[in-house]
């Protein structure tokens, strides 16, 4: 009984704290980088999307880590702030390509950083994750 009482408590204990949100991230490998005729660096990135919740739930994407950076999507609207706003239907994910564009002079450190944080507009609850900003 008291063993059952332990594993039944965990469960529950676990049921309640877990995330209602996920996000995941990977670069797009070829090519790593794109040099473009307006002296931008762009980089492509996957993103991976997870609502748990059992209805619909809206996101904003925001990019930071390299200087003068800027995210487009298709998948996405642009907020009235210049965040990137993603809908997901309940019990869902969505994959979103991401494509970052940064001035060459900050794109100059080989694999700078770049962080990209999800926050659910319902209630505020975020998710981050991490990659590499690529230039030449």
């Not at 009235?80 to 450190?109: C, I, M, Y």
């Amino acid at each position: 009984v008291v063993v059952m009482a332990i594993v039944g408590s965990l469960m529950v204990y676990k049921l309640s704290t877990r995330q209602h949100m996920g996000l995941s991230v990977l670069h797009v490998r070829a090519p790593m980088y794109t040099l473009a005729h307006d002296g931008m660096v762009r980089n492509g990135y996957t993103l991976r999307f997870s609502n748990k919740w059992s209805e619909p739930h809206a996101f904003a994407l925001t990019v930071t880590g390299v200087a003068g950076a800027t995210a487009k999507s298709e998948e996405a609207d642009t907020t009235p702030d210049g965040r990137l706003k993603l809908t997901l239907d309940p019990d869902a994910t969505l994959e979103a390509q991401l494509s970052v564009a940064a001035p060459l002079a900050s794109a100059a450190t080989a694999g700078a950083p770049i962080t990209m944080t999800a926050t659910d507009l319902h209630n505020g609850e975020t998710a981050t994750v991490s990659d590499h900003f690529f230039g030449p």
